[in-house]
């Protein structure tokens, strides 16, 4: 059975930082690629960054130079790690699988929350 | 970036009734279109894929058309555990774009 759990979520100040952590059975996530999707009541839905099966990295505008995606074979196990949190940034965060390039989201996590607020 | 336009952003419907969808999005992208349904306090799930095609599970009830820039999902009888939100995404291009998302009510 495919399960994605996330974990990490906070509240932190702005200017803090905040690892998030995505724990995947029934797959493998070296093999895959991997996305963190973001909700705010707001903007709706937002992808934030993606890492290829290859190695390869992508990053939302509004997150680059700040957030860095990465994973953990052994652990199969992806992380977000969020530097320089502003207000802007709260929101439900999902970690998502893309099967192949340009397929959709066929398996979501649950989500977690990050709180960005003084 | 590819500007997706969802309309309407909300409607309210009869069980029964005929629901269409639509999404535009602001430059080509083929097919690579999907759509998902979200209900409060879960995370999206995926209904449609490359436009038209039903993911695994999905009730046919649940319909996609449309390529290039112009696209819908059609519910032929809409039932109660229909009402939700419903979004398109595109994965045609770097950054994925989603649409503002449809509120399906009950009337």
């Known amino acids: 059975e495919v399960q994605l759990v996330e974990s990490g979520g906070n509240l932190v100040q702005p200017g803090g930082s905040l690892r998030l952590a995505c724990a995947v059975s029934?797959?493998?996530?070296?093999?895959?690629?991997m996305s963190w999707v973001r909700q705010t009541p707001g903007k709706g839905l937002e992808w934030v960054s993606t890492?290829?099966?290859?190695?390869?990295?992508y990053y939302a505008d509004s997150v680059k130079g700040r957030f860095t995606i990465s994973r953990d074979n052994s652990k199969n196990t992806l992380f977000l790690q969020m530097n320089s949190l502003t207000v802007e940034d709260t929101a439900l965060y999902y970690c998502?699988?893309?099967?192949?390039?340009?397929?959709?989201?066929?398996?979501w996590g649950q989500g977690v929350l990050v709180t960005v607020s003084s | 970036d590819i500007q997706m336009t969802q309309s309407p952003s909300s409607l309210s419907a009869f069980v029964g009734d005929r629901v269409t969808i639509t999404c535009r999005a602001s430059?080509?992208?083929?097919?690579?279109l999907h759509w998902y349904q979200q209900k409060p306090g879960k995370a999206p799930k995926l209904l449609i894929y490359?436009?038209?095609n039903l993911q695994s599970g999905v009730p046919s009830r649940f319909s996609g058309t449309g390529s290039e820039t112009d696209f819908t999902l059609t519910i032929s009888s809409l039932q109660p555990e229909d009402f939700a939100t419903y979004y398109c995404?595109?994965?045609?291009?770097?950054?994925?774009?989603f649409g503002g998302g449809t509120k399906v009510e009950i009337k």
């Open positions: 998502a699988r893309e099967p192949t390039y340009s397929s959709p989201w066929d398996y």
């Open positions: 029934g797959f493998s996530v070296s093999r895959t690629y």
């Open positions: 890492i290829y099966s290859g190695g390869n990295t």
């Open positions: 430059e080509t992208i083929n097919t690579y």
């Open positions: 490359a436009a038209s």
């Open positions: 995404q595109q994965s045609h291009a770097i950054p994925r774009t």
